[in-house]
Structures are given as structure tokens and as C-alpha cells.
């Protein structure tokens, strides 16, 4: 009784203290809280004079976040509106407080003085929260009473709790020698699994191949994590799917049907123990699919019959796509062959020809020399001359077919070729046969040399034309252009391009297109399904395949049927007497006074090519042939200038390159180069501060320039 007397005063004596303390201070808090919202109106007072609405604004977004304030609003002296400033509460619990009632909104006010006149007055609604500090201060008291008063009753049962705990302990002790002979056993039996398991996990999860359990269903039941790499979703998420939504609907069906069969077959012969083996097509997790190898058999029960579906899963899609390499790679292997076979063939068979056609050729002239006008034999004759015509411009093409090389070799200009065949008359005489058929010809500016005959190279383009021309008898539109080309790595195409520096020509059509089979055959002489007369002698493109491998270049072709086809002639670029022959090259106006160049390219031809314009342009030249190796010389060494290529393989990129460089150097100054087109890559570089972007091949003038230009600044960050 006496306890609870000294327990019911002490309550009541902490509740007394607690209500004087919040009498005080919030008397006090009240004062400061005044005095704040004065110097706040002090410290706007020249903002708000010289309207300052940003300066003011800031600095009321931190007065209302720092002294807790609800709303802070100032307003001029004529009651318009200055600044208004609302937050809501910090947190959820503020908010309930306030809903309650137990933390009140204080309104304060203030006047805004400048030189002694009112021009504004500043109202906040205040949220004290002085209410948490007087909490904790009467929580902490009252649970130190609470402690106190456990404390006294855990000592009266901790003697009764320590009776129990010794009968409880002496059973324990009994049961626990069951126990643990029991978990003896049990732990031999689980580290025997636990190996076991150890071992065929580790085979599942580091095979290449998928291994995989799936129900009768056809739903799975396990699959290992190979699955990640060759369908790009993890096993749960495959355990979770049905078979159908894995791969595609004729695999799904082809699977079935199998599967099927296999459980008719093992029910008529009573034996399930049979694996078969498929190619199905499945589904990557980026919507594209793989093709693999699928060897399943059924796992049975303990009654024999089949209880699931266990097997193994194969990605076979590089070794497809290796085959249809080695395919296409034979294909082009045959075609040269035949080409080459049908080349020495048409030379013996053009020898011959000439000898029988000199008298075919030459004879007409004199006889009709000698015929009046109105002589009845003067019309066959001249079809006898006219025939021997188309004859001897058959063999002209034979002979160009057999040449393999020409036997001279000029610095020529592809544009200059190109307009000299339109203005020709074997066009104009095309496009009286051909009247609805529109040309677009776009030349690129600049177009650097090549080398090679100018007799072969005209025939070619003559023959890429009118190959297009006949391709649209209903009239059509042919696209011709050329374009300096770099290849960083081989293309595969119709013929395998290799890397390296080339000018391009393209002869582009919308006519009828060519057939798969007949693109095999295209460039074989004869092959044609045009009227022969008009349309030639069925050796246009043979002579066309001819030229460019006399010249060391290589053809792509594309053609989709009713779309159109795409002709692409690669030829090797020159930069013989590019310099002499283009007058107006400066090269006094592009050289340099002795700055240092570094040049970054994996390819030692683009180096060296590089290495000797610039030198021959004054400038002191240093070269890499990768990213981390000019990285590792610029820690050691500064360049005036640097030009990075951007495609560079294997190891680091143009665009990490730049990034590690401006890391060491701010300020560097760089040319992006690159054979391709201007990149997202490239365009972030520029962004990151990079100066223009070079295409290659590289020609004198435009590096020059471009040279001259990133050393003046005119690309500087």
C-alpha cells in the first residue's frame, strides 16, 4: 500500500513539473520566435525596396525551411502581394499533430521599414515544435519511473523463474542426449547429399549447354543458368513460363508432334528408354531468336512410365552462321573460278573470231563502193555490214573479258569519267530508247583518284547504266553517285571488300530486281534474259566483273524483286599527283609552324599515310595504335593536337579514349576521324569537346585544314 502511495505522488509531481516547464518555455519560444520574424523583415528591407523578387524568394525559402514556418507571405504597404512562401509539414507525424491540436499554428507579424517609412508588412504562420522537447522530457521521466517499477517486480519473479528454469533444465538435458544423436545421423546423410548435389551442380551451372527438366505438361521444372546467355532470361523467370512462349510456333508444334510420337512409340513397345534429337528455333528475351540443338528423353517413374522430360540444349547459331560463311565464301570461290575459266575461254574463242570476221567486217565497204544506188543487192550487203558490226563489238567484249589487267594504267578522276558518259552519244542514243527513264547524279566534291584504264572504265559505267535502263522499260529513275570510302574491317557481300581506302560507284535502279538464282549468274558471259541487239550482247556485266577485278577492286550487288537493284564498284584509291593536279590546293595556306601531332589508329596504313601529309605539312608528328597507348604517352607528354580515330578494335574506342585524355588534359584539342558516317559516338565526343569531324580516306587539303583549323581555336571549347 505504501508503494503505490509513493508511486501515485511521484506521478503527480512529474505532471506538475512538466506543465511549469511548458508554461516557461513556451513563453519563450513565443519572444524568439517574434524576434526572428523581425530580422527577417529587416534583412528583405532593401530586397523588397528594389523589388529583388529572386534574392528575396531564396532567401524566404530558407527562412520558412529553417525557423518552421507554415506559410511566410510579405506583402507591400498598398496590401499587393510581394512573395508568398508555403511548405508543407517535414513529415507525416507533424501533420498528424497538427490535426489533433497538439501543434499549434502560431500566427506572427512584422513590419518592413525602409528609411523609417512602412513600405510592407511580412505574416508567417509559425509551427512550433518545442512540443517534441517537452515529450522527451516527460517520457524520459515517466519511463525511469516505469523502469524503476519492472525493475522492483523482475527481482520478485526472477526467484520463481530460476525454480522453473532448473526443472526445465533437467528434462531439457534428458531430451537433448536424444537429440543429438539423433542430428549425428542426420548430418552424415545430408553431407553425403549436400557432395552429391555439389557435384552435379557444378556440372550444370558451368556447361555451355542448358540443361533442363519440364513436366509432362511441357512446363519446366529446372533450367541452368546457360539459359542467361543464350536466351538472355534467368531460369526463374523460364520456370515460370510455358514452352510456347520460349520458342517460336513451328518449333512449338514440331516439338509437340515429337514428343508425341516418341510416348505412342514407347507405349506400343512398353519401353520409354529412347532420347531423340531436334533443331528448334527459341526465343531471346530481346525478341530475336536462336537456333540449337535439342536432345530430349523421358525421365520414368518408379512404376516405369514417364514422369517428366530431361534434356539438353545446344546453341548451334554460330555454327550455322559459320556454314552459310563457308557457303557463300565457296559461292565466291566458284564464281571467280568460273570467271576466270570462262575468261580464257573467250579469249581463244575471240582470237578466231577475229580472223573469220575481217573479211565480214571489211569486204561490205568495198562492195557497196561499187554498187549504184538503186542496185537490188545493195540492201543485203548492208545488212551483211551491219550484222559484222554486232559481231565484231561481241568480240571487242570478249577480248575485255580475257584481258585480266589492263595494260595501262592511269591517274584517272571518277567524276570526270562519269560526265564525259553522259554527254556521250552511246547515251543519248540510250535515252532515245529509253524516254520515260530519269537520272540523278550525285558526285561527291573532292573525289580522290584512281587508278586504271579509261577505255575499261567507260565501258563499265556505259554498262551499269544501260543495265539499269533496260532493268525499267516502263520508265524509272537511276541514281548515280560516288563517294571516298574507309573500311575499318572487311564487308561480306555478294564479294568480300576488304579494308582499305576506296572510291565508290553506285548504279541504283527501281526496275524489276534479279532473282536469287539468277544473281548467282549474273556476271557470266551470255547469261542474259535481255533482247540481244538493243540491249547488247550478253556480256555487259561480264566485262563489268572483268574491269574492276583488273583494277583491283571488288563488286557488291543487292536486288530485291520489284524494289530495284543496287550496283556497288569499289576501286583502290590514289593519291598520286592529287596535289599537282588540283589547283586549288594552298599549301602554303595550310601549313604549320612545327606543332606537335599525335595520331591514334589501330591500322598502320592510316598512320603511316597520315604520319607523312602532316609531316609534309610542317607539323612534328607522333602516332599510337591505340586508345590505352595514347593514354599511357600523354601522361608523359603534351600534343598540340590530336587526332583519334573512333572505330578502333579490339580495346578502347574513340569516345573512351577522349574521355580518359580530357581527364588528363582539359584542355586538349582533337580532330574526330573515322571511315564511316558521322556517329552518335562521334557527335557525344564533340559534345565532350572534341573539334570537327574528319572523314577518311585522308586527302591533303581537307586535313590540312581541318588541322589548321582545331590549332586556331575555331573548334575550341
Known amino acids: 500500500m505504501m508503494h503505490k502511495s509513493v508511486s501515485l505522488i511521484t506521478g503527480v509531481l512529474l505532471t506538475i513539473a512538466f506543465c511549469t516547464f511548458i508554461m516557461v518555455y513556451e513563453k519563450r519560444a513565443m519572444t524568439t520566435a517574434q524576434s526572428r520574424i523581425d530580422t527577417h523583415a529587416r534583412i528583405i528591407e532593401d530586397a523588397m525596396w528594389n523589388y529583388n523578387q529572386q534574392g528575396v524568394q531564396e532567401y524566404l525559402k530558407l527562412a520558412a525551411f529553417s525557423d518552421h514556418y507554415e506559410s511566410l507571405t510579405v506583402t507591400h504597404h498598398n496590401g499587393d502581394p510581394f512573395q508568398e512562401i508555403h511548405r508543407e509539414p517535414a513529415t507525416g507525424l507533424d501533420r498528424l499533430l497538427m490535426a489533433v491540436h497538439l501543434m499549434p499554428r502560431v500566427q506572427l507579424k512584422a513590419q518592413v521599414y525602409h528609411q523609417g517609412s512602412i513600405i510592407g508588412r511580412m505574416e508567417a504562420i509559425w509551427i512550433p515544435d518545442t512540443i517534441y522537447m517537452h515529450a522527451y522530457v516527460f517520457f524520459a521521466l515517466v519511463m525511469v519511473f516505469v523502469i524503476i517499477q519492472l525493475y522492483l517486480h523482475l527481482l520478485k519473479s526472477n526467484t520463481r523463474l ?187 574463242v575471240a582470237h578466231d573470231l577475229n580472223n573469220v570476221l575481217s573479211g565480214i567486217v571489211s569486204y561490205p565497204d568495198l562492195l557497196l563502193m561499187d554498187l549504184p544506188v538503186d542496185d537490188a543487192m545493195r540492201a543485203p550487203i548492208e545488212t551483211i555490214k551491219e550484222s559484222g558490226q554486232k559481231a565484231a563489238t561481241i568480240v571487242q567484249d570478249l577480248l575485255t573479258l580475257a584481258r585480266r589487267g589492263v595494260s595501262t594504267s592511269e591517274v584517272l578522276n571518277l567524276n570526270s569519267l562519269i560526265e564525259d558518259q553522259l554527254r556521250s552519244a552511246e547515251h543519248q542514243k540510250l535515252l532515245t530508247y529509253y524516254p520515260d527513264i530519269r537520272f540523278s547524279v550525285t558526285l561527291e566534291a573532292d573525289l580522290p583518284n584512281i587508278k586504271g584504264s579509261s577505255v575499261h572504265l567507260n565501258k563499265t559505267i556505259m554498262n551499269l547504266v544501260s543495265n539499269a535502263a533496260e532493268a525499267q522499260p516502263n520508265g524509272g529513275e537511276i541514281i548515280v553517285t560516288t563517294e571516298s570510302v574507309y573500311m575499318d574491317q572487311a564487308i561480306r557481300g555478294y564479294d568480300t571488300v576488304k579494308a582499305g581506302e576506296y572510291v565508290r560507284l553506285r548504279v541504283k535502279d527501281e526496275g524489276e530486281g534479279i532473282s536469287e538464282t539468277d544473281l548467282n549468274h549474273i556476271f557470266e558471259p551470255f547469261y542474259t534474259k535481255k533482247k540481244m541487239g538493243r540491249s547488247g550482247t550478253g556480256l555487259g556485266l561480264a566485262v563489268v566483273w572483268g574491269t574492276v577485278q583488273d583494277h583491283d577492286g571488288y563488286i557488291d550487288v543487292h536486288s530485291i524483286q520489284g524494289q530495284g537493284t543496287v550496283f556497288d564498284l569499289y576501286f583502290p584509291l590514289s593519291r598520286d599527283a592529287v596535289e599537282e593536279k588540283d589547283p586549288r590546293i594552298n599549301l602554303a595556306a595550310i601549313r604549320g609552324s612545327g606543332e606537335t601531332v599525335l595520331v591514334v589508329d589501330d591500322m598502320e596504313s592510316q598512320r603511316k599515310i597520315a604520319s607523312h601529309l602532316l609531316q609534309r605539312l610542317n607539323y612534328e608528328v607522333h602516332t599510337v595504335d591505340s586508345g590505352e597507348a595514347a593514354i599511357a604517352y600523354l601522361k608523359d607528354h603534351t600534343v598540340d593536337l590530336v587526332i583519334l580515330d573512333m572505330i578502333m578494335d579490339p580495346g578502347m574506342d574513340g569516345l573512351d579514349t577522349w574521355c580518359e585524355i580530357i581527364g588528363l588534359h582539359p584542355k586538349q584539342r582533337a580532330i574526330i576521324a573515322s571511315g564511316y558516317a558521322e556517329t552518335d559516338k562521334v557527335k557525344t565526343a564533340q559534345r565532350l569537346g572534341a573539334g570537327e569531324y574528319l572523314k577518311k580516306p585522308y586527302m591533303i587539303d581537307t586535313l590540312g585544314k581541318a588541322v589548321k583549323n582545331a590549332l586556331a581555336g575555331a573548334h575550341s571549347r
Open 162 to 348: 530460476e525454480e522453473r528454469v532448473k526443472v526445465r533444465t533437467a528434462e531439457l538435458m534428458a531430451s537433448n542426449l536424444e537429440l543429438k544423436q539423433e542430428i549425428e545421423e542426420r548430418a552424415h546423410a545430408e553431407a553425403a547429399l549436400r557432395t552429391s548435389e555439389q557435384k552435379h551442380r557444378l556440372l550444370s551451372e558451368n556447361i555451355h549447354d542448358i540443361i533442363w527438366t519440364m513436366d509432362l505438361d511441357l512446363k519446366y521444372t529446372y533450367i541452368s543458368p546457360a539459359a542467361i546467355k543464350a536466351q538472355g532470361w534467368e531460369p526463374a523467370d523460364l520456370e515460370t513460363m510455358t514452352l510456347e512462349k520460349s520458342i517460336t510456333p513451328a518449333s512449338f508444334k514440331k516439338a509437340s508432334r515429337i514428343f508425341a510420337e516418341q510416348l505412342t512409340m514407347g507405349e506400343r513397345a512398353g519401353d520409354f528408354g529412347r532420347s531423340t534429337t531436334m533443331e528448334l528455333e527459341l526465343y531471346r528475351k530481346d525478341g530475336t531468336t536462336v537456333v540449337c540443338e535439342v536432345t530430349a528423353s523421358f525421365l520414368l517413374g518408379e512404376d516405369g512410365r514417364p514422369a517428366g522430360i530431361l534434356g539438353v540444349t545446344r546453341d548451334i547459331t554460330e555454327r550455322r552462321r559459320a556454314e552459310a560463311e563457308k557457303a557463300a565464301l565457296h559461292r565466291q570461290l566458284e564464281r571467280s573460278k568460273k570467271m576466270e575459266s570462262l575468261g580464257l575461254l573467250a579469249g581463244g
